[in-house]
Nanobody, 128 residues
Framework: EVQLVESGGGLVQVGGSLRLSCTAS????????VGWFRQAPGKEREGISC??????STYYADSVKGRFTISSDKNTAYLQMNSLKPKDTAVYYC???????????????????????WGQGTQVTVFS
C-alpha cells in the first residue's frame, strides 16, 4: 500500500519561505511522478508542481513559477516555497502515480485526476 506523509507546513510572514516534504512508502516502481497541489478555502484544488522520478523534469503552474521549486530524493519529494504571498495560503497535498518509464512526462501531470495516491495535507498560512 502506498502511503504519503506531508510535513513542513505552518505560519509564515509575507515574503518568507517554507519547505514542504512528502515522504512516500510502498512505491514499488522505479518510475513515478510526484505532484504538489493546494486547496484554498472555497476554491478548487490546484496543481502547482510535478516532477518525474527518472529524469527530474518538472512543471509548474504560472501562479508559483519562479517562486516554488520541486525536487526529490529517494523516497521524499520537496517543495521549496519562497517569496510567499497571502494568496498562497492553502492546504498543500502531495500525490504520486507510478508511470511507464517509456511514456512521455508532460504538463498534464499537474491535473489531480492523474494521481491515485494522496497525502493527508499540510496547512500553509501566509500572514502580513
Amino acid at each position: 500500500e502506498v502511503q504519503l506523509v506531508e510535513s513542513g507546513g505552518g505560519l509564515v510572514q509575507v515574503g518568507g519561505s517554507l519547505r514542504l516534504s512528502c515522504t512516500a512508502s510502498g512505491i514499488t516502481s522505479d518510475y513515478y511522478a510526484v505532484g504538489w497541489f493546494r486547496q484554498a478555502p472555497g476554491k478548487e484544488r490546484e496543481g502547482i508542481s510535478c516532477i518525474n522520478s527518472s529524469d527530474r523534469s518538472t512543471y509548474y503552474a504560472d501562479s508559483v513559477k519562479g517562486r516554488f521549486t520541486i525536487s526529490s530524493d529517494k523516497n521524499t519529494a520537496y517543495l521549496q516555497m519562497n517569496s510567499l504571498k497571502p494568496k498562497d495560503t492553502a492546504v498543500y497535498y502531495c500525490a504520486v502515480v507510478s508511470r511507464d518509464g517509456r511514456s512521455w512526462f508532460h504538463s498534464g501531470y499537474l491535473r489531480e485526476e492523474m494521481y491515485p495516491y494522496w497525502g493527508q495535507g499540510t496547512q500553509v498560512t501566509v500572514f502580513s
